[in-house]
T-cell receptor, first 110, second 115 residues
Framework: QKEVEQDPGPLSVPEGAIVSLNCTYS??????FMWYRQYSRKGPELLMY????GNKEDGRFTAQVDKSSKYISLFIRDSQPSDSATYLC??????????FGGGTRLMVKP | DAGITQSPRYKITETGRQVTLMCHQT?????MFWYRQDLGHGLRLIYY???????DKGEVPDGYVVSRSKTENFPLTLESATRSQTSVYFC??????????????FGPGTRLTVT
C-alpha cells in the first residue's frame, strides 16, 4: 500500500464549480502536507502547503488537513478552464523526503 | 534566466547505452533531487543531494548514478539503460528545510525513451 493515495480521476467539472480533490495517507508521523499542480508536459509547481492539521486559504484555493482521519483536501472555488491540470498531494515528516500521491487529473469545461 | 533547467528535454536511446541527464539551478539551493514519473506510480525519488559532494539514495536508486561537484549542477547518469527506465525524469531543488519543510521547485522534465 502506498503511503499517500489519490484517486487518479479524471475529474470533470463545469466552469465555476467548486472542486474537491482528496488524498489519504497512512503515515501518522507526516507533518507537512503540500499540493502541487502539474500542467500537461510540464514540471509540478508548488501551490500551497500546510503544517499539521487545519485550513489554509490562498485566493480560490483552500487546503485542509484532518490528521485524525489522515485525510488531505484541496478545494478550488469558481473553477476555471485554466485550472485543468493534474494535482499532486505530498507529505513528509521532519528530516525525511516528500512522499507523493499519484495525482488526480482535473478537467474544467467551459 | 533564474530557475531550474533540464537538458535534454527529449532523449531516445538504446538498451545498454549510457545516458546522462543534466540539471542546473540558479537559486543556489542547497538541496537537489531527481524523480521519475510513471503512470500508476506517481513521482518516485531516485537520488537527492543535501550539498555539493553529498548525495543519498531515494526510493528507486538502482541503475542510476549521481554526482554533485558544484552546488548548481546535479547530473543523473543511467549507466546501462534498460527499457524499464523509460520515463519522465524531473529534477527539483529546495532551500535547506525550514523546520522539516522542503519547498521543492521542479524543472520542466526530460522525457526518456529506451528502445
Amino acid at each position: 500500500q502506498k503511503e499517500v493515495e489519490q484517486d487518479p480521476g479524471p475529474l470533470s467539472v463545469p466552469e465555476g464549480a467548486i472542486v474537491s480533490l482528496n488524498c489519504t495517507y497512512s503515515n501518522s508521523a507526516f507533518q507537512y502536507f503540500m499540493w502541487y499542480r502539474q500542467y500537461s508536459r510540464k514540471g509540478p509547481e508548488l501551490l500551497m502547503y500546510t503544517y499539521s492539521s487545519g485550513n489554509k486559504e490562498d485566493g480560490r484555493f483552500t487546503a485542509q488537513v484532518d490528521k485524525s482521519s489522515k485525510y488531505i483536501s484541496l478545494f478550488i472555488r469558481d473553477s476555471q478552464p485554466s485550472d485543468s491540470a493534474t494535482y499532486l498531494c505530498a507529505a513528509n515528516n521532519a528530516g525525511n523526503m516528500l512522499t507523493f500521491g499519484g495525482g488526480t487529473r482535473l478537467m474544467v469545461k467551459p | 534566466d533564474a530557475g531550474i533547467t533540464q537538458s535534454p528535454r527529449y532523449k531516445i536511446t538504446e538498451t545498454g547505452r549510457q545516458v546522462t541527464l543534466m540539471c542546473h539551478q540558479t537559486w543556489s539551493h542547497s538541496y537537489m533531487f531527481w524523480y521519475r514519473q510513471d503512470l500508476g506510480h506517481g513521482l518516485r525519488l531516485i537520488y537527492y543531494s543535501a550539498a555539493a559532494d553529498i548525495t543519498d539514495k531515494g526510493e528507486v536508486p538502482d541503475g542510476y548514478v549521481v554526482s554533485r561537484s558544484k552546488t548548481e549542477n546535479f547530473p543523473l547518469t543511467l549507466e546501462s539503460a534498460t527499457r524499464s527506465q523509460t520515463s519522465v525524469y524531473f529534477c527539483a531543488s529546495s532551500p535547506a528545510p525550514s523546520g522539516g519543510l522542503y519547498e521543492q521547485y521542479f524543472g520542466p522534465g526530460t522525457r526518456l525513451t529506451v528502445t
